[in-house]
């Protein structure tokens, strides 16, 4: 595999939850930390939450306040994202990632991300 492959996006209410998967298969990918990052349109792609290779330590962004959560089954190859309580933002899409050149940190921005997913549309209605 050479990019992450998104999937589980689709339509949701507000309030209602949602499980964003990422397939990221092969030594590069099992060897990154890996992020979920989101972009709406006309609207910067921001983090939502990284985790690190093994899936011991992650991180989420304070703009998601504890709503989401990130981890990582590493047998399967697969990165979560689980999103309850979810608020009406409407239309948005999700992105997985890899940080090749870092493998034994654990960054949140955007720009330290370098392999990238097609994305998943999620959109939350109110």
């Known amino acids: 595999q050479v990019q992450p492959v998104e999937s589980g996006g689709g339509l949701v209410q507000a309030g209602g939850s949602l499980r964003l998967s990422c397939a990221a298969s092969?030594?590069?990918?099992?060897?990154?930390?890996m992020g979920w990052f989101r972009q709406a349109p006309g609207k910067e792609r921001e983090v939502v939450a990284t985790i690190n290779a093994s899936g011991g330590s992650s991180y989420t962004a304070e703009s998601v306040n504890g709503r989401f959560t990130i981890s990582r089954n590493t047998a399967k190859n697969l990165v979560y994202l689980k999103k309850d309580k979810l608020k009406p933002e409407g239309k948005a899409v999700y992105y997985c990632?890899?940080?090749?050149?870092?493998?034994?940190?654990?960054?949140?921005?955007?720009?330290?991300?370098?392999?990238w997913g097609q994305g998943t549309e999620v959109t939350v209605s109110s």
């Open positions: 990632a890899a940080d090749t050149s870092r493998p034994f940190l654990l960054r949140y921005t955007v720009s330290a991300y370098d392999i």
């Open positions: 092969g030594p590069t990918f099992a060897q990154s930390p």
